[in-house]
């Protein structure tokens, strides 16, 4: 199971493309678990399929990017449920905070930089927390300066 995870409108869906399209990956999920915190099981449970056979599931979450109780862990979840830990990679996507601010102003509003700064923190927490502990994790920034 790779898990990407990221502030919101960091190009994490553009990720879960490249990924899904890969022939070694069975399935690609778009937010599996901010659908369960936002809707409960209104559209499903989640269904992970069985790999092996140096096949992957890729899965992007992202935080926010209105509410904090959009931050949550889904690490911590797929391990609570029983997955093996030395199955999950984490990816931890960060791009330019500023340019992730105009990205959110397509939203009314845009974002609070309370939030913001909240999002990353919680993907740089992430990224420190899980070293040594999963089976890798891996940092991927771009368009940094």
Same mark, same amino acid.
């Given at each position: 199971?790779n898990?990407?995870?990221?502030?919101?409108?960091?190009?994490?869906?553009?990720?879960?493309?490249?990924?899904?399209?890969?022939?070694?990956?069975?399935?690609?999920?778009?937010?599996?678990?901010?659908?369960m915190?936002r809707?409960?099981?209104?559209?499903?449970?989640?269904?992970?399929?069985?790999?092996?056979?140096?096949?992957?599931?890729f899965?992007?979450?992202?935080?926010?990017?209105?509410?904090e109780?959009?931050?949550?862990?889904?690490?911590?979840?797929?391990?609570?449920?029983?997955?093996?830990? /030395?199955?999950?990679?984490?990816?931890t996507?960060?791009?330019?905070?500023?340019?992730?601010?105009?990205?959110?102003?397509?939203?009314?509003?845009?974002?609070?930089p309370?939030?913001?700064?909240?999002?990353?923190? /919680?993907?740089?927490?992430?990224?420190?927390?899980?070293?040594?502990?999963?089976g890798?994790?891996?940092?991927?920034?771009?368009?940094?300066?």
């Open positions: 199971m898990i990407c995870v990221s502030p919101g409108r960091n190009g994490s869906t553009a990720l879960l493309g490249l990924f899904a399209s890969h022939p070694w990956v069975l399935a690609g999920y778009y937010q599996p678990w901010k659908t915190v809707h409960g099981l209104q559209y499903g449970p989640m269904d992970i399929p069985g790999v092996e056979n140096g096949y992957h599931v899965a992007k979450e992202t935080w926010g990017p209105f509410h109780e959009e931050q949550f862990d889904p690490v911590a979840l797929m391990l609570d449920l029983g997955y093996p830990a /030395h199955m999950i990679n984490l990816i996507l960060a791009r330019d905070p500023l340019a992730t601010v105009y990205s959110n102003f397509k939203f009314d509003g845009g974002i609070t309370e939030i913001l700064v909240a999002n990353y923190q /919680h993907t740089f927490d992430m990224f420190n927390y899980y070293q040594g502990k999963i890798a994790v891996v940092p991927l920034a771009y368009d940094l300066m």
